[in-house]
């Protein structure tokens, strides 16, 4: 049986690989802030995490499954260590959001290196990822705020989360390796 020949991999699908780990990485952490809120009997709050770790998971099996579907080898890599030590639940949604900017600017800078190499599917996949980032980076600043305002109350938070936070499934995602879960 042959082998496919491969095509070679560019900047742009280097920092798409490296994107993958970013992808598993962030999921890894939403699951330490879901287990957090779980043992504190917040589960509204743990729920939000819980879903924002199986999102992540999904961006980072769509990154699999356009490499795949672009002939590029694929390597699933380990993750990093997450953070599980906090003391306040604001410490968690500061760590949440500043984990979706740090998102967001890695998009833009994979969206910079496919347009310099004028890979036009590769900036078409991403516009994608850069509108899913704008609505991530709000919403987590909204949650953020209405953590602020309840002012150490988490019983208000975790009301308002009940009768307020719907999110949309994302059915306009890029196709998921292994499919959407």
Same mark, same amino acid.
């Not at 082998?3 to 798409?16: A, G, I």
């Given at each position: ?14 920092? @798409? ?49 356009? @490499? ?42 994979? @969206? ?17 990822? @850069? ?51």
């Amino acid at each position: 049986m042959a082998t496919r020949k491969r095509e070679p991999r560019s900047k742009f699908y280097e920092l @798409l690989q490296q994107q993958v780990q970013n992808e598993f990485n962030a999921s890894q952490q939403y699951v330490a802030l879901a287990v957090w809120f779980d043992n504190e009997d917040l589960p509204q709050l743990a729920k939000v995490f819980y879903r924002q770790s199986v999102e992540e998971r999904n961006h980072a099996l769509a990154i699999v499954q356009y @490499l795949m579907d672009t002939d590029h080898h694929v390597e699933i890599p380990g993750v990093n260590e997450v953070r599980n030590d906090f003391s306040e639940a604001i410490e968690l949604v500061e760590v949440a959001l500043a984990q979706e900017k740090d998102v967001t600017s890695d998009v833009k800078t994979l @969206l910079k290196a496919a347009r310099a190499e004028d890979d036009y599917q590769g900036e078409q996949f991403l516009q994608w990822f @850069l509108k899913e980032q704008v609505e991530e980076v709000s919403h987590m600043t909204t949650l953020l705020n209405v953590v602020k305002r309840a002012n150490g109350n988490l019983f208000d938070v975790e009301q308002w989360l009940a009768r307020e936070a719907v999110r949309d499934d994302a059915s306009d995602m890029p196709a998921v390796a292994g499919g959407k879960l």
